[in-house]
C-alpha cells in the first residue's frame, strides 16, 4: 500500500520556522520526485518545492514565492523528503501536502500536470 505521510505543521509566529516531513512507504523511492504543494482557503493548490533523482538525474524545484526561505531535502535511507521553512509570511498560511510522481521535478512546477500519489495535508498557520 502507499502511502505518504506528512507531518510537522502548526501554528508559528511571522519570521518563525517550521519543518515539515514527508515520509514514503510502498513504492521505490529513488525512482519517484517528491513534491509539496499547498492550498489556502479560496485558492488554488501551489507547487511550493520538489526534489528527485530518478535514474540519477538530479531535479530541484523551488516556487518563486518560497525561494530563500524554504529548502527541500532528501534521506533516502529513511524514504523521507524535509521541507525546513523559515522566515514564515502569514501568506504561507495553507494546508501542505506531500505527493509522488514517477518523473522529474518538471511535473511539480506545472500545475496543469498530476501527481501519482497524494498524501493528507498538514495544517501550517502563521499568526501572530
Known amino acids: 500500500e502507499v502511502q505518504l505521510q506528512a507531518s510537522g505543521g502548526g501554528l508559528v509566529q511571522p519570521g518563525g520556522s517550521l519543518r515539515l516531513s514527508c515520509k514514503a512507504s510502498?513504492?521505490?523511492?529513488?525512482?519517484?520526485?517528491i513534491g509539496w504543494f499547498r492550498q489556502a482557503p479560496g485558492k488554488g493548490r501551489l507547487g511550493v518545492s520538489c526534489i528527485g533523482n530518478r535514474h540519477g538525474v538530479s531535479s530541484l524545484y523551488y516556487a518563486t514565492s518560497v525561494k530563500g526561505r524554504f529548502t527541500i531535502s532528501s534521506d533516502n535511507a529513511k524514504n523521507t523528503v524535509y521541507l525546513q521553512m523559515t522566515s514564515l509570511k502569514p501568506e504561507d498560511t495553507a494546508v501542505y501536502y506531500c505527493?509522488?510522481?514517477?518523473?522529474?521535478?518538471?511535473?511539480?512546477?506545472?500545475?496543469?500536470?498530476?501527481?501519482?500519489?497524494w498524501g493528507k495535508g498538514t495544517q501550517v498557520t502563521v499568526s501572530s
Open positions: 505527493a509522488a510522481v514517477a518523473n522529474n521535478c518538471w511535473v511539480v512546477a506545472d500545475p496543469a500536470n498530476d501527481m501519482d500519489y
Open positions: 510502498g513504492f521505490t523511492f529513488d525512482d519517484y520526485a
